[in-house]
């Protein structure tokens, strides 16, 4: 019963379901070909019921479910020397055929190949329905002031776009007269907010020996 529960958990996941979905495809129930506690303590795992996705823990869902909690507790535990308890009776309207047959095996034979499809087919449609965020994006001028006027501004642009962080690309520059023959760089990068800091870019620019102060403009 242990290992039981131990296998399969997070029952509301599709993984989860998808792994009990296997089992149940070569076993009647949990622990074998009679029902048992350990039905009843994974089937108690189950907020809502399970993905139709999945037919063998579909069926497996149903059969558990149309048991009342007094009828389940009735269940003997793992190992118990005891056949199937009779299905529940069907509603009064419902014809003679209609009643649940003993015998019927509620949950077929899919190999494993069959439970891996399933599982498959069934992350794609999680993943289909799945809107993924756009990523939030800005376009940001800086302003870079070199330390002098003997500063090669080319070399201070190849420094700029020496940075390498993710999400962040550089894109157009230009020099510019600010007076006495001091030049300002500006350079564009365009970022992803959720990567890149503004300031660590900035910081990082300042870093270098040919560069006294940045802004943004």
Known sequence: LHMALNKF??????KGQGRLNGHLGKNSFIDGATPSSADIDIFTQFSDP????????SRWYSFVSAWTEEERAGWRAEGADAECPPAPAAPE?????????????FFGSDDDEEAEAELAAAREAMKKKEK????EKSNVCIGVNPVGVEVDMAEVEDYCRSIAIEGLTWTAAIVEDVAFGIKKLKISMNIVDDLVSVDEVEELIQSSDLVISTEIV
């Open 9 to 14: 958990t997070n029952l509301t996941e599709i």
């Open 132 to 135: 993924k965020k756009p990523l």
């Open 50 to 57: 399970p993905s139709d996705r999945f037919a063998n823990v």
């Open 93 to 105: 309207s419902g014809a003679a055929d209609d009643e649940v047959d003993d015998d019927f095996d």
